[in-house]
């Protein structure tokens, strides 16, 4: 891994009109190439701290944002969204509103356009996206004539246009059927394996975040509670009950036999559990 | 999202560059305007609209709608109208205490025509043309390009708003509320709660809106690049000098006593 991607040092943060800090001194550093998951029970502040980064809040959502926040070499609470155009690509949970224009092209075309890239060079990013993504048959589709899952491929194909350095994923399986999370989910395991993008992600499904996820963050009331490899993270399944955070299924049965009396470790994956059963 | 009220075609004059599409629009208008105190005179320019509505490919639906709403706009410029001019000109109708002359009912159809003419002519160049397109039109005629993309995404917004009203009543109807009994009042007071959650979905979804594109750098440029420009061709300055002649010949025609 590289420098760092994203620097967080004792960030509050709170909305116009909530009385108490809905961030509380969260500390957080993602290395150039890696990928972070955020997991934690609803309000815990995983949302919060995306926008943060995204430098939404306080610039376009009114609210008070304290600390050192540093996205891919830009003060974001001093330069806000505007400072960070084309670095980062943010993606959220519903689809629908994500999806704004008449066509696929012009969706993957929007965000190289706003920068006042060369028509020439905006047309070489959307095919090239296009192509990476296997999008090159929808191009000229209408995207509301799409399924959930699609749409959610064309935002996340739409915000790579701007080949950003770091990519935020605001729950962005959440609203989406089984097919479309798994279209989702393999998409993104491919952006980190493949073209090796500083991710950060809030989502909740776990047995996908221990394969893919470098490390976790388990937050919980605005602050960053547990963090580590997953590995690390999960085989404290009593700690990561406590927060409100399912740990794998494996781990929830190995924890249960070492409550019972058997010696051994607790596995993340199902991979490992085999080599636990198995004595390997 | 925002796919506005542009209805997919292949039309003449879905072909025509936008440019020129507004330029006939604007033609519309001016002509509109100066013989709005002749509806004779502006026949012709409504004639006109109509055609360009059988040939912009919209729908014979949506036509009929559009005329049928303009039939029912005339009966009321003709009462009002007609009634401030009752003392001038010949009497055609008398009805009660209404009286409707020739001089009356030139100026009721000519203000008749003065707002429906440019409706339509709008509404031929909105559903013909593409909002990204729309966006491109305002910035070559010299509107800044946050500006032209925020007009596209207000009028983008309507169909939504007509999606969000149909929605909300129904479910209001399926608990319940009958908005289509009582005095007007009533059924005003009736409405409340369909105005209340439209309002509410409207503007979350324009928060939801504004974060994704800020997210995609609207407004980080002072210029926006656009991929798919139109050419304008041969067949535009056709359009625009038939169109020119024929309405600067209507204004001329206007302006005479």
Known sequence: MGNAAVTVRNLWAKYVGSGDWVLRGVNLEVREGEMLVLMGPSGCGKSTLLKVLAGLLPWVIPGTVEGEVLV???????????????????????????????????ELAMAPENLGLPKEEVRARVESVAKALGLEDYLFKDPQSLSGGEKQLVAIASVLTMRPKVLLLDEPTSMLDHLGTRLVLDLITQLKKE?????VAAEHRVEWAVEVADRVAVMSDGAVVLEGSPSEVFSRVEEVQKYGVRPPGVSEVAYNLVRMGFPIRIPVRLSEMEEVLGGG | MLSGIYVEGRSLFHNLDPRAKL?????????????????????????????????????????????????????????VWAGMYASQGTPLVTIGFLRITDVGLLVASGKFFLIVNPILAFVVFFTTTKPYHISWTLEKVGVPSKLAFSFVIALSLLPGVVRAVRDVTDVQKLRGLSLDKGSLLERLRKHVPVIVPVISRLLSDVWDLSMVLASRCFG???????????????????????????????????MRP
């Open chain 1, 195 to 199: 073209y090796g993008l500083t991710i």
């Open chain 2, 220 to 254: 980080v440029s002072r210029k926006r690049s656009y991929v798919e420009e139109p050419h304008w061709t041969r067949r535009d300055t056709v359009f625009v000098l038939i169109s020119a002649a024929f309405y600067l010949g209507v204004v001329a025609w206007a």
């Open chain 1, 72 to 106: 891919a070499g830009v003060d974001v609470l001093r330069y806000g969204y505007k400072g960070l155009a084309g670095k980062v690509g943010v993606v959220y949970q519903n689809p629908e509103v994500q999806v704004v224009t008449r066509s696929v092209f012009e």
């Open chain 2, 23 to 79: 330029l006939w629009a604007l033609l519309v208008l001016a002509a509109s305007i100066a013989a709005q105190f002749n509806g004779l005179k502006s026949l012709p320019v409504f004639i006109s609209t109509l055609i360009a509505l059988s040939l912009s490919g919209i729908g014979a639906g949506l036509a009929a709608l559009l005329v049928f709403n303009a039939s029912v706009f005339l009966l009321v410029t003709t009462l």
